[in-house]
Nanobody, 116 residues
């Protein structure tokens, strides 16, 4: 079992920045990837950014140029730095861990609210 611990959510003004972190605890042996998703009220959950086991990264078009994902492999922790935040970035952000054997775990979610 894997538990995901998220930090960094909060309220910020438009144009501001924040850093989200997510640490995977438990049985994290083997190859895995981690990602940040977000879900705004009335919308489907969408991928924000993902980092692979070999540190390959990808970003949603909506955050391209405003987000940077990184990883501390030794700590099984990922970080998502977001800048130039917009009101449309407001959402519940969820950390996701994908491991071997179709194992998927989700974090509890951390709220990010961007005020105009």
């Amino acid at each position: 079992q894997v538990q995901l611990v998220e930090f960094g959510g909060g309220s910020v003004q438009a144009g501001g920045s924040l850093i989200l972190s997510c640490q995977a605890l438990g049985n994290t042996s083997g190859e895995y990837s981690m990602a940040w998703y977000r879900q705004a009220p009335g919308k489907e959950r969408e991928l924000v950014s993902q980092i692979g086991d070999r540190l390959m990264t990808r970003y949603a078009d909506s955050v391209q140029g405003r987000a940077t994902i990184s990883q501390d492999k030794a700590k099984n922790t990922i970080y998502l730095q977001m800048t130039s935040l917009k009101p449309e970035d407001t959402a519940m952000y969820y950390c996701r861990w994908d491991g071997l054997g179709w194992r998927v775990y989700w974090g509890p979610g951390t709220q990010v609210t961007v005020s105009s």
